[in-house]
C-alpha cells in the first residue's frame, strides 16, 4: 500500500468511495465533495494579493491523502486540516475506506500517517467527531482502539437520540514533547 496526497483526478473515486461505505447520507457526501472541489479549485492557485517577490501559493484549510494498492487503485483517503483560531489543534474531517479494503490496514495506516505529518508541525491535538448511533460503532471502536478518547458529547446533536461525540488524541504533551500512546 502507498500513501501520497490526493490529486484532483481522484475525485469520482473519492465519491465512490463515500457512496460505498453507506455511513454518510447524500448531504454529508455532497459536503465531503465540496470541500475537495474547494480545495483543488483554490490550492496552488497564486494570491495576487501579496505579489510583491512573486506569487504565493495559497495554503489549503483542507488536506487530502490517499492509500493506494498495488494498482494505484485508491483504497481509502483522509481529509484534515487546521481549526480555526486554536494553536496546534487539527481535525480529521473524512475518513473513508472501501468497504472491500476495510480491516486490512489502509484506515490505520491513513491516520497514522496524518499524526506523523501533523507531528513534524508541531501541533499538539487531533479531534475526530462521530456519531454516536449503532451504525458507527465500528468507528468508535477503530478510533478507540487507536488511543483515542472520548472529550466531549452533545447530546441530540444531529438528530434525536444521535449524540455528537468528540474524540482526541494528544500529538504532544503539555510540555511539548511527543506523547506516547
Partial sequence: MRLAP???????????????????SSDEVAVALELFDETFDNFGRPDRSTATEGPALAIPDYE????????EHLLGYACF????????????????????????????????????ELGGRAARLLVVETSSRPDYEHTREFYARGGYV????????????????ILTTRLTTREGGVATR
Avoid at 150 to 165: C, L, T
Wanted: net charge negative; charged share 25%; no cysteine.
Fill in 150 to 165: 472520548e472529550a466531549a458529547r452533545v447530546r441530540d446533536f444531529y438528530a434525536p437520540a444521535d449524540d455528537r461525540i
Fill in 64 to 71: 487530502f491523502v490517499g492509500a493506494f494498492d498495488e494498482r
Fill in 81 to 116: 486540516g487546521p481549526t480555526p483560531a486554536t494553536e496546534g489543534t487539527y481535525d480529521l474531517y473524512w475518513l473513508a475506506v472501501d468497504p472491500a479494503a476495510q480491516g486490512r490496514g489502509a484506515g490505520r495506516a491513513l491516520v497514522q500517517w496524518v499524526e506523523h
Fill in 6 to 24: 490526493l490529486r484532483p483526478a481522484d475525485r469520482a473515486r473519492v465519491s465512490e468511495l463515500l457512496i460505498a461505505t453507506a455511513a454518510f
